[in-house]
């Protein structure tokens, strides 16, 4: 009987196991030429893992490929037809010998070298090194370019060891509390008022006029901002601007650091630095996918006046940003520039805030001197270590400041020439601010 006739005779496939899988003959009906490809990719992605072993797994491929003839021998034909050697061997019957999977043994031979070499965790461990550590090596180079000489972003433990301290901006201090003396003379107040009670033109007499910081509540809502709903979840916002960078920072040359919003997510819901990265980007009006979100809001109806406009979209500083930041991120004490001021709308999350009248010495407001010998200038430092210091001086320095926590839809009014710094205090704030 011919092998042809033979192998003719079962026309239901038979299936075996191949590198684990169970799986038809049939489906190992493989080319030579495309089964020496997949061999290869599988060695070579090996290689790519870990050179080491790799090229030991190359060598078992060849191995495994020196054995088709061998298995196909004792495995498919010769139980089947009861072929000699010396026929299997027949020239004429090369073409009705059905391939080998050696594809499947060359994975097998590969994945245990592999195995035998490193303890079993490290496989899965390095495969999901090499799907999920992208984000993690961006923003470590990321943050070594926005501080190059800081090589312990946790060494102040505010994420660990000081986490309380941390926890306590949570609340305002009370005035006859942590002090020998009444503290209402040093700590002001700021307005808070609902938009529906607000007119522009009360707003504009009241705050405006008089230099005045005020606290809007509900404006997004009134104003039909669609960040309302479009900013419910961080997967819609990935989505929707999966190829733009924000600007999360500079390096010492001033150029611009960026970051995929889906990088950063990861980095914020796994960080412990003590001052994080923080998403404050003024450029995104300049990118085509980026671009919508000038959708998601628009300028309160209180600030209609914008006199950068007149000098042109292209020639005007930067009076826009987009901002996305993590817990214990923030702006150190600052004064906005050209005399401008600004607007910020929180859509989700809470912020805490500290001003100081436009009067108040520059030295003063920083506290520049009651800084101590190896601490940080970060907005953490400053709210957690500087402010308790500031509040403890002598009233006789006259020094007068505004402490309040803004609220997820709120907007905050802070008028030219005033200091100002500001805290995240949850996991993921999102807002806009406008000068």
Not at 318 to 326: K, T
Not at 356 to 375: C, H, I, M, N, V
Not at 384 to 389: A, E, N, Q, T
Request: net charge positive; charged share 25%; glycine share 8%.
């Amino acid at each position: 009987m011919t092998l042809s006739k033979t192998l003719a005779r079962s026309n239901k496939p038979n299936c075996e196991v191949a590198g684990g899988m169970m799986v038809p003959c049939s489906s190992l009906m493989l080319s030579r030429a495309e089964r020496q490809a997949s061999a290869l990719c599988v060695a070579l992605g090996i290689a790519v893992a870990d050179p080491g072993t790799g090229f030991l797994g190359l060598s078992w491929w060849c191995v495994g490929y020196a054995c088709e003839w061998l298995w196909a021998a004792c495995v498919q034909i010769v139980p089947r037809v009861g072929l000699s050697l010396t026929d299997l061997l027949h020239p004429s019957n090369h073409h009705m010998i059905p391939p080998s999977p050696s594809i499947y043994l060359a994975f097998a031979t590969s994945a245990t070298t592999w195995t035998y070499f490193h303890p079993p965790h490290t496989i899965y461990t390095g495969l999901f090194t090499s799907i999920t550590m992208g984000w993690r090596r961006r923003l470590e180079e990321a943050k070594q370019k926005h501080r190059p000489r800081l090589k312990d972003w946790g060494r102040d433990g505010f994420a660990t060891d000081r986490k309380m301290d941390f926890a306590a901006l949570d609340y305002l201090p009370s005035p006859h509390t942590q002090y020998r003396q009444p503290q209402q003379h040093r700590t002001g107040t700021v307005d808070q008022v609902h938009c529906r009670d607000l007119s522009p033109e009360a707003f504009v007499e009241q705050y405006e006029k008089l230099s005045k910081p005020v606290i809007i509540q509900g404006v997004p809502e009134a104003e039909g901002w669609r960040a309302t709903e479009r900013w419910a979840s961080e997967g819609a916002l990935r989505r929707r601007f999966r190829k733009y960078a924000f600007k999360c920072g500079e390096d010492d040359d001033g150029r611009p650091i960026r970051v995929r919003l889906k990088h950063f997510f990861k980095y914020v819901g796994k960080q412990k630095d003590d001052s994080p990265l923080y998403i404050f980007d003024s450029t995104y009006d300049d990118d085509k996918e980026a671009k919508a979100l000038l959708d998601d809001y628009a300028v309160p109806s209180y600030f209609p006046n914008d006199l950068f406009s007149l000098v042109g979209e292209k020639r005007r500083p930067p009076y826009r940003w987009f901002l996305v930041g993590p817990k214990r991120s923030g702006t150190s004490l600052h004064i906005d520039p050209l005399g401008t001021s600004a607007w910020n709308t929180v859509l989700t999350g809470r912020k805490r805030w500290i001003l100081f009248p436009p009067s108040t010495p520059r030295d003063l407001a920083k506290g520049k001197a009651l800084y101590r010998k190896g601490e940080d200038d970060e907005p953490i430092n400053y709210f957690v270590d500087i402010l308790p210091r500031l509040r403890a001086l002598p009233a006789s320095e006259g020094l007068v400041f505004h402490e309040f926590i803004q609220e997820e839809g709120e907007t905050v009014f802070v008028p030219g020439g005033w200091w100002h710094g500001t805290y995240l205090l949850v996991l993921v704030n999102f807002s806009f601010a406008f000068c």
